[in-house]
Structures are given as structure tokens and as C-alpha cells.
């Protein structure tokens, strides 16, 4: 059994000797990383262990792959990030999702498929309890439907968070030549729940505030108009349906103003989700390190999700089936924008 120091200085274990092997297949731990047996009086570099030796042999990786990451890992412990700079290559990172589609393609897409599945079971079965446990004209208050969704966003993320963390799982296996499977789309119920869940909300909560004041203003300007529509005639449907152009056009500002710090505070947590499943660390780490990064260089990581956006809107475009090609890309052209930028051995 063995005692490891993770990238928060912090110490977690004991371990065996397979989960320290895991580790290290998984990227979690280097050479570097600090390390003692429970036996042994001080820590010493992984490396120095002979029954690890083996562990460090170069393995195959895809063309064009970044290094795998490197860092400790433990129960809540931080991995170790490069404070370096990194110059990130938006067509490369497309490109080289595409090719890691169209080589895994079955893998992703069953992903996709399960994932999917479960988060439409998940809002159907929570609507069908709001819609008996909520009154109709309770949830046609502005008040109320902004304090709901924080509400919704808190329970769905008990689930939404450790799939989404298994989701990007899977992509960071398979860049790094890595074994995986549906399975792992599951790993973030064992390993990690809790931050996943505390991360995922975190962000969404922040997030939500940036738009509360435009779901505000739409609830109170569209639900008169919703509630007139149910026992309207035809004709006055037709009549009440002519007022939403007018309602939605003097909402607009509000949504513009509101995307403004929802946009710049999105991009800078886009990879927390993905240090918390990869590296072990706790939400706020998490936050604290993909800010720290992102910030670094903010216009090609927004460029990218540009790049990753325009390529789902044609997919919608194509019946919606182009979707199924297009939102894999763009999550694999994520994760090897996430090699890129919390890789170690960046020049400084």
C-alpha cells in the first residue's frame, strides 16, 4: 500500500499497487509524482520505484496526440498543471477530432446515444413531478420560474454532472490510446461524485444569475399571453399569436446584455468538469485552474466553441442527423484543446 502527495501538496492514500498502476495508464501520476510506501520513512519520486518501472514504458498514441497528462491524483487531490504558456491550434484541434470520430466512431456513438437517453428520461420524469406538485399559475410567476430553475438546475445535476464528467472521460481515453467504453461513462457515480455534482452546479448557478434577469422579463411578458391562448377561439389565437414577435423584440436587449458576462464566464469554466474526472480535483480547483488557463488565451478557446458551434448548427440543419456527427467533433476538438492547454511541459 502506498501513501501519494497530490498536486495540492496534500497527502491521500493508502492505495495498492493496481490503483497506482491505473493511475499512471490513466495519466494521473508521473515520474515526478511524490510517493512512499506505508513502511517507507520519507516520499520519493515515482520513478525511483523499481516495481513501477515498467509502468513508464512509451506506449502508441495517435498522430498528433498531445502527451498524456501528468499529475497525482487521490480522493479530492489536484493534479499537477503546467503554468506555461500554449498557443492553441483551433483547425488542429477540429481536425484531429474528426479523425478521432471517424476511427471511433461506434464508441462515441453509443455514448452519445446512452447519455442522451438518459438525461431525456430524467426531464421528462422530473416535469411529470412538477407538473402535479407545482400549480400551472404558480409556475406562470416570474418570480417563482427564476427560483425554479435553480431549483431544477440543483437535482438534474445530481445526475447531469457525473455523466457529463464520464462523457469527457471517454474522449480523454481514447486520445490517449487509452482502453474505454460505455462503462465509463458511469465512473463519475463512483469516483468523484460529489465534485462533479458541486462543479456542475457551481457553474450552472453563476451562470443562471448572468441570465436571470432575462428569463425574468420573458416569463412576465409571455405568460399573459400563454394563459390567453388557452381557452382563445381559432381566431383568437391567430390574433394573440401576432403579439409574441412584439414581446420576444422587447426582450432582446435584455438577452443581449445578459450574454455578455454569461459568455466571458462560460469560456473561462468550459474545462472544470474535465479537471475534476481527469485530475481528481475539487470543484474549486477545478474552476480556479481552467480560469487561470483559459483566461491565458480566452480568444481562441471562444474562438474554438465558435468553430464547434457552427459545425452543430449545420449539423441541425441536415434534419438534425448531422447532429450525430457533428456534437461528437466538437466535444472530441474540446478535449484535445484540453491536452493542449493543461498539459505539462509547456515552454514557459
Not at 430524467?122 to 400551472?136: D, N, Q, W
Not at 391567430?238 to 422587447?250: D, G, K, L, T, V
Given at each position: 500500500?502506498?501513501?501519494?502527495?497530490?498536486?495540492?501538496?496534500?497527502?491521500?492514500?493508502?492505495?495498492?499497487?493496481?490503483?497506482?498502476r491505473?493511475?499512471?495508464?490513466?495519466g494521473?501520476?508521473?515520474?515526478?509524482?511524490?510517493?512512499?510506501?506505508?513502511?517507507?520513512?520519507?516520499?520519493?519520486?515515482?520513478?525511483?520505484?523499481?516495481?513501477?518501472?515498467?509502468?513508464?514504458?512509451?506506449?502508441a498514441?495517435?498522430?498528433?496526440?498531445?502527451?498524456?497528462?501528468?499529475?497525482?491524483?487521490?480522493?479530492?487531490?489536484?493534479?499537477?498543471?503546467?503554468?506555461?504558456?500554449?498557443?492553441l491550434?483551433?483547425?488542429?484541434?477540429?481536425?484531429?477530432?474528426?479523425?478521432?470520430?471517424?476511427?471511433?466512431?461506434?464508441?462515441?456513438?453509443?455514448?452519445?446515444?446512452?447519455?442522451?437517453v438518459?438525461?431525456?428520461?430524467?426531464?421528462?420524469?422530473?416535469?411529470?413531478?412538477?407538473?402535479?406538485?407545482?400549480?400551472?399559475?404558480?409556475?406562470?410567476?416570474?418570480?417563482?420560474?427564476?427560483?425554479?430553475?435553480?431549483?431544477?438546475?440543483?437535482?438534474?445535476?445530481?445526475?447531469?454532472?457525473?455523466?457529463?464528467?464520464?462523457?469527457?472521460?471517454?474522449?480523454?481515453?481514447?486520445?490517449?490510446?487509452?482502453?474505454?467504453?460505455?462503462?465509463?461513462?458511469?465512473?463519475?457515480?463512483?469516483?468523484?461524485?460529489?465534485?462533479?455534482?458541486?462543479?456542475?452546479?457551481?457553474?450552472?448557478?453563476?451562470?443562471?444569475?448572468?441570465?436571470?434577469?432575462?428569463?425574468?422579463?420573458?416569463?412576465?411578458?409571455?405568460?399573459p399571453?400563454?394563459?390567453?391562448?388557452?381557452?382563445?377561439?381559432?381566431?383568437?389565437?391567430?390574433?394573440?399569436?401576432?403579439?409574441?414577435?412584439?414581446?420576444?423584440?422587447s426582450?432582446?436587449?435584455?438577452l443581449?446584455?445578459?450574454?455578455?458576462?454569461?459568455?466571458?464566464?462560460?469560456?473561462?469554466?468550459?474545462?472544470?468538469?474535465?479537471?475534476?474526472?481527469?485530475?481528481?480535483?475539487?470543484?474549486?480547483?477545478?474552476?480556479?485552474?481552467?480560469?487561470?488557463?483559459?483566461?491565458?488565451?480566452?480568444?481562441?478557446?471562444?474562438?474554438?466553441?465558435?468553430?464547434?458551434?457552427?459545425?452543430?448548427?449545420?449539423?441541425?440543419?441536415?434534419?438534425?442527423?448531422?447532429?450525430?456527427?457533428?456534437?461528437?467533433?466538437?466535444?472530441?476538438?474540446?478535449?484535445?484543446?484540453?491536452?493542449?492547454?493543461?498539459?505539462?511541459?509547456?515552454?514557459?
Amino acid at each position: 500500500m502506498y501513501i501519494i502527495i497530490g498536486g495540492d501538496q496534500k497527502e491521500y492514500g493508502p492505495i495498492s499497487t493496481n490503483d497506482v498502476r491505473q493511475w499512471i495508464a490513466e495519466g494521473r501520476l508521473n515520474e515526478q509524482s511524490l510517493m512512499k510506501a506505508e513502511s517507507d520513512a520519507e516520499f520519493r519520486p515515482l520513478g525511483k520505484f523499481p516495481e513501477f518501472a515498467d509502468a513508464f514504458a512509451p506506449k502508441a498514441a495517435l498522430s498528433g496526440t498531445p502527451p498524456p497528462l501528468a499529475g497525482a491524483a487521490g480522493s479530492a487531490g489536484a493534479g499537477i498543471v503546467s503554468d506555461g504558456d500554449y498557443d492553441l491550434d483551433i483547425f488542429g484541434s477540429v481536425g484531429n477530432g474528426w479523425n478521432l470520430v471517424k476511427n471511433n466512431f461506434g464508441t462515441v456513438f453509443l455514448c452519445l446515444l446512452v447519455l442522451v437517453v438518459i438525461c431525456i428520461a430524467l426531464f421528462v420524469a422530473l416535469g411529470g413531478i412538477v407538473s402535479v406538485i407545482v400549480p400551472k399559475h404558480v409556475m406562470a410567476m416570474a418570480g417563482f420560474k427564476v427560483i425554479f430553475n435553480f431549483i431544477m438546475s440543483a437535482v438534474s445535476g445530481l445526475v447531469i454532472g457525473a455523466l457529463a464528467g464520464g462523457f469527457y472521460l471517454v474522449y480523454l481515453k481514447l486520445i490517449r490510446g487509452l482502453p474505454t467504453g460505455v462503462g465509463d461513462l458511469f465512473v463519475g457515480f463512483q469516483k468523484s461524485f460529489t465534485q462533479l455534482f458541486l462543479g456542475y452546479f457551481a457553474v450552472s448557478l453563476v451562470t443562471g444569475l448572468c441570465m436571470a434577469p432575462f428569463n425574468y422579463v420573458q416569463t412576465a411578458r409571455f405568460a399573459p399571453l400563454l394563459e390567453k391562448m388557452q381557452n382563445a377561439t381559432p381566431e383568437q389565437i391567430q390574433s394573440i399569436s401576432q403579439e409574441f414577435m412584439p414581446a420576444f423584440a422587447s426582450t432582446l436587449p435584455i438577452l443581449l446584455i445578459c450574454m455578455i458576462p454569461l459568455t466571458y464566464l462560460a469560456v473561462n469554466w468550459l474545462f472544470t468538469l474535465p479537471l475534476i474526472i481527469d485530475k481528481q480535483m475539487d470543484f474549486l480547483t477545478a474552476m480556479k485552474t481552467s480560469w487561470r488557463r483559459v483566461h491565458r488565451h480566452w480568444w481562441q478557446v471562444f474562438g474554438l466553441l465558435v468553430i464547434t458551434g457552427l459545425l452543430n448548427i449545420a449539423g441541425a440543419f441536415l434534419c438534425c442527423i448531422g447532429l450525430v456527427f457533428t456534437v461528437p467533433v466538437g466535444i472530441a476538438a474540446l478535449m484535445f484543446a484540453y491536452e493542449t492547454i493543461f498539459s505539462e511541459g509547456q515552454a514557459a
